[in-house]
């Protein structure tokens, strides 16, 4: 079910899927809520998934100003406050992951848990960055074209504020990371566009810090592994954590 929220002068289209415990899924750069269709969306069998389209993205249109990681999540938590009303899980991929932790680090209280696919707390562990000047592949655009309100012609202004997000504001620190008590999925590929150096150092800067990597897999890893990702993922919301017969560093998680 489509539904929009004004939020300020942001008119953010979202989906809403199932019934269950609420879960809020943050789709990655360049795309949209499309992210999750045949994989994570098979989660609305058990929970009540809401998949929104950020500002400039997707079904939602683009606004006056930057598109930041912070103006992001600013969005976001006013969503969750106005269609969640409590805490919820939060799952993103790739920019989304960033957008969630920013959440999660500032406000807790919203959070009952996280799941990060294929992102980055420091723009500092990307191996690859967005370039605004450099050829788009055709079906990254027709993708936005078919459901932009801001048509194919505006695919450019897009391509700029989204790359030059990299570096604008300021990154999280492992302090932040510290404030995020809630139960973390860290989920990576073996051959992703953030380091594995990266993806482990934020999995050990989280309290409740869990691991995940897929093998044989890119940063397309959803698509590529949608029945072994949702498996994973389906189980760690559902609080399967599994037995540690042999804990050494995280007893205690």
Known sequence: MSNHLDLGNVHLWYDEQGSGPPAVLMHG????????????????????????????????????GPITIENMAADMVEFIEQVVDGPTALVGYSAGASVALWVAAHRPDLVSSLVMISGAYDPAGLIIRPDAEGEWPPQVIAAYAEVSPDGEAHFPVIAKKIAASVDQGSPLTTTDLGRVTCP???????DDIVTLEH????????PAGHLAIVPGASHLLLHEHPGHCTQLIGAFLAGERGPRFMPVSRGGG
């Not at 499309?34 to 683009?62: E, I, K, M, Q, Y």
Request: glycine share 8%; proline share 2%; aromatic share 6%.
């Open 199 to 206: 993806t482990i150092e934020l999995y050990r800067a989280l």
């Open 29 to 64: 750069g360049f795309s949209d809520s499309r992210d999750f269709a045949g994989n994570l969306d098979t989660l609305a069998s058990r929970h009540r998934l809401l998949l929104p389209d950020r500002r400039g993205h997707g079904r939602t249109a683009d606004v006056a």
């Open 184 to 190: 973390s999925l860290v989920m990576a590929a073996d």
